[in-house]
């Protein structure tokens, strides 16, 4: 209603009528592009610049913005950043529609832990994150707690990062 209100009063002005009323296929496009096979690493070197960017970032139950962002927010709102990134960046249509899809639906540490729409996969591994062996894991891989209250990242040499934030080795 409001975009149909605004090109009714911008009528006289050709050129703002004319903008105006291409807005909605501009916003479009993007999701119409057709998708391509992504590069992995560097879908996941932006993911991890995207997670080192709320490094400094207060805790907040729930949110998922450099205000205040939580542990399963952080892997989610980071992943998005760097699908829009890529899309982008590629003019790819299907990381940018992934990314809308990632805004669309919530998940909680303990959906991350359960394969969250097909996106995660359980390695099998328990312990703790200090006895971990290392080999085979990548920067930007998930680590829940047992019963999923907790998720943190890890972002390469052995480090995580997790919801307070803090780099931790």
Same mark, same amino acid.
């Given at each position: 209603?409001?975009?149909?209100?605004?090109?009714?009063? &911008?009528?006289?002005?050709?050129?703002?009528?004319?903008?105006?009323?291409?807005? !909605?296929?501009?916003? =479009?496009?993007?999701?119409?592009?057709?998708? *391509?096979?992504?590069?992995?690493?560097?879908?996941? *070197?932006?993911?991890?610049?995207?997670?080192?960017?709320?490094?400094?970032?207060?805790?907040?139950?729930?949110?998922?913005?450099?205000?205040?962002?939580?542990? +399963?927010?952080? !892997?989610?709102?980071?992943? /998005?950043?760097?699908?829009?990134?890529?899309?982008?960046?590629? &003019?790819?249509?299907? =990381?940018? *529609?992934? =990314?809308?899809?990632?805004?669309?639906?919530?998940?909680? &540490?303990?959906?991350? +832990?359960?394969?969250?729409?097909?996106?995660?996969?359980?390695?099998? /591994?328990?312990?703790?994150?200090?006895?971990?062996?290392?080999?085979?894991?990548?920067?930007?891989?998930?680590?829940?707690?047992?019963?999923?209250?907790?998720?943190?990242?890890?972002?390469?040499?052995?480090?995580?990062?997790? *919801?307070?934030?803090?780099?931790?080795?």
């Amino acid at each position: 209603m409001v975009w149909l209100g605004v090109l009714i009063l &911008a009528w006289p002005s050709k050129g703002f009528r004319l903008g105006w009323a291409m807005l !909605p296929g501009l916003v =479009a496009l993007p999701f119409l592009l057709p998708g *391509r096979k992504m590069d992995e690493v560097e879908l996941r *070197r932006r993911y991890v610049e995207a997670l080192s960017g709320f490094e400094g970032s207060p805790y907040h139950w729930g949110g998922e913005a450099y205000r205040g962002i939580d542990c +399963s927010g952080l !892997p989610r709102r980071s992943l /998005r950043q760097a699908l829009m990134a890529y899309g982008t960046g590629h &003019a790819d249509g299907g =990381a940018l *529609r992934m =990314a809308l899809e990632h805004w669309w639906y919530d998940a909680s &540490a303990k959906a991350l +832990s359960e394969g969250y729409r097909g996106y995660t996969v359980s390695l099998g /591994r328990k312990g703790t994150v200090k006895e971990m062996d290392y080999a085979g894991l990548k920067p930007g891989d998930l680590a829940v707690t047992q019963g999923g209250a907790h998720v943190l990242v890890y972002v390469g040499g052995n480090r995580w990062i997790r *919801r307070t934030l803090d780099w931790r080795r």
